[in-house]
């Protein structure tokens, strides 16, 4: 695992640290020496990543956050809370999603539609809402560092994909949500960048994937251009390296971390 020394001490918070890409990110932030605020709707899976991060980094400082994203007022209380414990935000990594229901367009479920738009896309622009008020706060503050936010897209941001249109439309709204911000807060010297995994072997795809009738195995061929799914720690890499002050002239993009998948 690359080290990145200038994230010891930082506090990040992570939204949707309860499973897959979130959780290695929390894990990895940890290792890190960062301060952890691990934020998830579900309280069991929130609870299992900070044992995990204590039992494998006993001196970690970590917090653990119950919220549900896609009410603003929660999304405001989760930030408070890390700063009310730490007294500050310097990473923001926003990961909470739901997995897409397959089918077309012309069978689109509207309670679904609401559900998922609601969480992928309503959700990331609250989370961004109140981060991005108090890195504002912070650098008006002459608070030291630069603060950085990193929003999960999606491949299916960059490409449409058939059979998943609430899904690609809320991960094609995160990286206009996230150019948005990087135009309006440059100023504050905060950067957001986006990053667009492929397919991640994580239970989010795997549920997604028995919805389609398939497995990882069976896909891996066609999601790129090694033949394989990526591990969530390959997108943790990215997500370590967009937090650190060696992307520090990084800001309003969008990276894809797909094996060429957008390519083909």
Not at 47 to 67: D, G, N, R
Not at 115 to 131: E, F, H, P, R, S
Not at 223 to 247: K, T, Y
Request: charged fraction near 15%.
């Amino acid at each position: 695992m690359a080290t990145y020394r200038d994230l010891t001490q930082k506090v990040v918070l992570i939204v949707g640290g309860g499973a897959g890409i979130g959780k290695s990110a929390a894990l990895a932030f940890a290792h890190a020496g960062s301060k952890v605020v691990v934020a998830d709707i579900n309280p069991g899976s929130v609870h299992q990543t900070v044992t995990e991060i204590k039992t494998s980094h006993p001196q970690a400082q970590t917090l653990a956050v119950t919220a549900d994203i896609s009410q603003a007022t929660e999304a405001d209380a989760m930030v408070q809370k890390a700063v009310a414990e730490y007294g500050r935000v310097d990473v923001a990594v926003n990961s909470a999603a739901i997995p897409a229901a397959i089918a077309p367009i012309a069978e689109l479920d509207e309670s679904h539609w609401a559900q998922l738009l609601g969480v992928n896309l309503t959700g990331m622009a609250w989370c961004l809402k109140y981060q991005l008020r108090q890195m504002i706060q912070q650098q008006k503050d002459k608070s030291d560092g630069q603060p950085s936010i990193i929003n999960l897209a999606s491949a299916a941001g960059l490409k449409a994909q058939a059979f998943q249109a609430a899904y690609s439309t809320a991960k094609h709204g995160v990286i206009g949500l996230t150019k948005v911000a990087a135009l309006e807060n440059g100023v504050h010297g905060i950067r957001v960048n986006a990053l667009a995994p492929g397919a991640t072997s994580t239970d989010f795809l795997r549920q997604t994937l028995t919805r389609m009738g398939t497995c990882e195995a069976e896909v891996g061929p066609h999601v790129g251009l090694f033949g394989r799914v990526a591990s969530s720690e390959e997108i943790m890499q990215a997500v370590l390296w967009l937090a650190s002050d060696v992307s520090s002239y990084v800001t309003g993009v969008t990276l894809p971390v797909d094996a060429g998948f957008t390519l083909q």
